[in-house]
Structure formats: structure tokens, C-alpha cells
């Protein structure tokens, strides 16, 4: 199971979706991509099947979490699987839009 | 956690889009390009050995690649200003080597010979001929990793490296843009200076938000408002100075406004209400932002939004009004509290010191650690206050503040008070030696085309909105006052040259 902490980059081993951990709770979890583990980026991550249950996808730049909000990823690379943490799905987070700045 | 990885998914989701254009060679570059050039420079900065990056240049296309390309090989980015003289050049230089430095032709040949620099000539840097080799790896994804380092301008003695890791800067750009939310046709006018907190986060920004950079090295406002023309610029973001520049520029001038321009933010400095106000009324589209940041907190930590701006501008309510000089409240994820000497938290309305917490915030110098408390809070030196309704207000620097017989006098109070007087065009307040009450107020002031300021009406003019201990005890008329390049006004100057004129 790869080192969930704040900056890692994770793999889909499903698509070609990929994650970078915004907040990781202080318990070890595994995340799931379409029903698989991820995988660290720059590991190695063994080829497999999505589940059609785990497919609604993830986008580019949208952020998910755990209901209990512990765990925060960003979507760098869309993919067609869906985040889960212990089978439950991941949900997108709400961001606001703030005027420009800069 | 990099900022490579921003401008890689920028990247990945619209590659050819252009990212960078200098205005003054017209050159471009896509975001596919940008990622790819950055991928060969960082391996020819990790060949040199160099541990970092410095950028001594006006902004042009090597200055995000300069960015991206430290980010890339794993060193910080070190932007130095490029107005400093070569002896103040060679002393920061010796600071940060072994060095790889993007600069000047001339420069490059002038500093060359200094140990541990490597001079790699702006145009060189850009010769795709000249970095042959693709970096091999991914970049780190290490959080704690530097991104960059910024020389303050020191107030006292020795510049102070701000740091500034690649944590900061991300939490800063996920909690404040939408990732790819700029539309094909829009495009970003950038003038503030490649060293400034502020030319940095207009950089990530801009490239988290997918959106085209128009780059202006050197700012006057006719160029200003040419390029905001040429290149239909939607965005952009000044210092209180320019604006007031531009402002009186389109005063003048008989064609119609920036129908283009949708957002104008500013900050880096106190606006004067009527220049603001100005601005509001000469370009009635556009959606006004005050931003206010500082290089220790990542840029912006508090916003006043448009909305704000149009419902102070309208009111009657003298309160509301008020907050068209307000920055607004903190983003999300930052939290702003204002506190008394001796560190207790203050009460809406009530004067103190701005302290701010957020993952943002690395209040972290070279050689000297963190600056922020055990509980995260920095302190930033700034002096304001909190409204009812949480609308923050700065009041000056907390070392500004003028202790005039055991009370604390807020300068810019008393500036808002001189500036709203129809003579005066422009006031800095400072305390000054006196043998009486330990400190005493006085105005350096600059008077409106044709108009003459008479001191005596000017004092009873503050007496009558203040108390008499904040009346300025001397005043003198000056052609201008003295500003940095951003804008800010320099205290320390305008006070010396008081106590000389009080010697006279």
C-alpha cells in the first residue's frame, strides 16, 4: 500500500487517472480507482479491469473527499474510474469562486 | 506537491493555447511548449551542478520558464531586481551560490567572474539549440521542498530571504482559482515586477486558470493601455500608483474606456479613495478586487470583491462607504486575527497588529527559521483593525505607528483625513522627534495641479474631524512624495528629510 501523506502523486491502475493527495488522515487508507488500489506514481502498478460499478470517471482539477472530509485528493489526469476509500465512492468537493486577484 | 504539476495539467488539458506573450518582442509560447522547454532546462541546470536558479532580467518569456525550470530540477527559484546595482547584486549572489543565473547579456559577461556563478545569458537560456537533453526524472513531489526564495527589500540592514516551499504556493493556488476557468479569448496584462510576491502568483495563477499572460516589462501608462488594447486583456492586476497613472491617463483621453478589461485587482499599497473612486466611474464594467498580501504569506490572504466595491460606492451609509478602503475579508483557509503588545486577541473596531494563519503562510526566513508561533500564527508587521461585519482595514505598519505622549496615533488615519481635503493631492503622516511628548506628528504633503496648501487651515481642517493630540505639528509642502517601484511609500525616507526640514 503506497504512503498516503499530503503531496503524494497516485496512479490508476484502471485508467489513466491520477490523484495527488491534498490532506491524508493519520491512519493508513487505501484508495481505490475504479474498484483497484492506486498505485505511487513512479512505483510499479499491475494492469486491471474496472469495475462498471466504480466508472462514473474523475476530472481534471476537481477535488474529492471522504464523507468525513479526512481525506482530500486533486485529479491531475482524468480517468474513467471512481475514487473509493473502503468502498465507499468519494465525493466532489464544492469549491467557491472567489474574484481574480492576480 | 509541486508547482510543476500545475503547469502540467494546464498543459495536459489545453496544450496549445499560448501561455506567455512578451509584449515588448511579441514572442509567445503554448503551454505545451512551456512544460516541454522546462523539461530541457532543468536538465541543463542539474548539469551545472548549480543549487540555484537566479533570474536578474525584466519579465519576458525566461521568466516563468526560469520558474517551471527550478521547480523541474529541484532548486529554488531566486528572482533578484534587476534595478539594484552590481556591488548590491554580487553581495545577495554570494548568499545563494552555487548559482546558475539567467540574466543580461552585459551582465552575464560583468558577472562572470564571480566563484560558484554560472551566467547564462536571457536569450541563451531561451535557445532551444542550446539544451539539448531532456531531464530524465519527474520532479520531486516532496512538499517541504523550496520553491523560491525572495529577497525582501529590508526595511533595517541585511535583505532577508523569504521561503517560500512548494506546499505554500499550491495551498495557496487550489484554495484561491478554479483549475482551467479562463475561457480561450481571455488574456492576463502582467506589469508587476518578476521579484515582487505578486509577479509570482500572477504566474501560477494564470497558469492554474489556463489563461494567456501578456507580459509588460516595463510600465508607463500609455504602454499599459496599448497592450490592454492590442492584446483585449481581460485581467490585470496594478499597484495603487499605476492605477493612479492610468486613471489620470484615460482622463484625458476622448476614446472610450477597456471594454475588454473584466476584473481589475489591485494592491501592494494604500489606494487613495478618490483614485478608486475614479477608476470606478471611468470604467463602469469592470469588476474592481483588493487584494492584500504579503511575500511571507504566498500573496493574497484577504479580498475585497466587486460586489463590495459597487454596494460602498452606492451607499449612503457612511460605515459602508468606509469599506471601499477595506481589503476585504481572509480567503477560505486563512484566518486573520488582530492583536494588542502583548499578544491578546482584539474586538471588532479595535486597532492592533494583524496576525495570520493558513496553510499559505510560511513566515519563514533563510538562516533563521519560522517566524510563526507555535500554533501557526504569523505576525505580520502590519498594523489594522476587524469591523463588525469582519472587513479588515490596514492602518500602516505596526512599526509606523506614532507614540505621541504614551498614545498610540495611527498615521493613516490621519492621511485619510488630509487626503480628502480638496487641496491635497497626496500625504504621508510620521512621527519626528520632540523634546515635549516624546514623539510629534508630521505631514509631508503634495498639493493638487493649482492649488495652494495653507498649513494653519489645513490644522484646524484635521481638528475638527480628530483629535487635537493627531493635528500634524509641522507640515510641508512637497513636488511629490517618495515611492518604491511597487508603490510603497517609503516611510523612512519621507521621515529623514522632515527631521532635516525641522533642523533648517
Known sequence: MPELKSGSRLKSAVCEGEVMVVSAPPADVEITCGGTAMFASGGEGVAAEIDPEQAVGIAIGKRYITEDESLEVLCVKAGQGSLAVDGALLLQKDTKKLPKTD | ???????????????????????????????????????????????????????????????????????????????????????????????????????????????????????????????????????????????????????????????????????????????????????????????????????????????????????????????????????????????????????????????????????????????????????????????FSNAYGLTETSSTIAVLGPAEHRTAQASDDADVRRRLVSVGQPLPGVEIEIRNDQGEPLGPGERGEIYVRGEQVSGEYEGRGSATDADGWFATRDAGSIDEQGYLFLEGRADDVIVRGGENLSPGEIEDVLLAHPAVLDAAVVGVPDEQWGEGVAAALVARKGMQIDGVELQAYVKEQLRSSRVPQMIAVWDELPYNETGKLLRRVVKARLIDQSVD
Open chain 2, 1 to 287: 506537491m509541486n508547482i510543476m504539476m500545475l503547469l502540467e495539467m494546464a498543459g495536459g488539458v489545453f496544450p496549445d493555447r499560448p501561455a506567455f506573450t512578451d509584449c515588448s518582442s511579441g514572442q509567445s509560447l503554448t503551454y505545451a511548449q512551456l512544460f516541454e522547454a522546462a523539461r530541457y532546462r532543468a536538465a541543463s541546470v542539474r548539469a551545472s551542478g548549480a543549487e540555484r536558479l537566479v533570474k536578474l532580467d525584466v519579465s519576458n518569456l525566461g521568466t516563468p520558464l526560469s520558474l517551471f525550470t527550478s521547480a523541474w530540477a529541484g532548486v529554488p527559484y531566486v528572482p533578484l531586481n534587476y534595478r539594484l546595482t552590481d556591488t548590491e547584486i554580487e553581495a545577495l549572489l554570494k548568499r545563494v551560490t552555487p548559482a546558475y543565473l539567467v540574466t543580461q547579456a552585459e551582465r552575464a559577461v560583468r558577472l562572470g567572474g564571480l566563484d560558484g556563478v554560472l551566467p547564462v545569458s536571457s536569450a541563451a537560456f531561451l535557445a532551444d539549440n542550446l539544451h539539448p537533453h531532456p531531464v530524465a526524472e519527474e520532479w520531486s513531489m516532496d512538499p517541504d521542498e523550496i520553491a523560491v526564495l525572495l529577497f525582501t527589500s529590508g526595511t533595517t540592514g541585511e535583505p532577508k530571504a523569504a521561503v517560500l516551499r512548494h506546499k505554500h504556493l499550491v495551498a495557496y493556488i487550489l484554495s484561491s482559482v478554479e483549475f482551467a476557468c479562463a475561457e480561450e479569448q481571455e488574456a492576463a496584462l502582467v506589469c508587476v515586477p518578476p521579484y515582487h510576491i505578486a509577479g509570482i502568483a500572477a504566474i501560477l495563477s494564470s497558469v492554474y486558470s489556463a489563461r494567456h499572460v501578456i507580459q509588460l516589462p516595463n510600465f508607463t501608462p500609455q504602454a499599459w493601455l496599448e497592450a490592454a488594447r492590442k492584446y483585449a486583456v481581460t485581467t490585470a492586476f496594478l499597484v495603487p500608483t499605476m492605477l493612479a497613472r492610468i486613471v489620470d491617463h484615460l482622463e484625458g483621453e476622448s476614446t472610450a474606456g477597456l471594454p475588454h478589461l473584466k476584473n481589475l485587482s489591485y494592491g501592494g499599497g494604500k489606494m487613495p479613495l478618490s483614485v478608486i473612486h475614479k477608476a470606478m466611474q471611468l470604467l463602469p464594467d469592470t469588476d
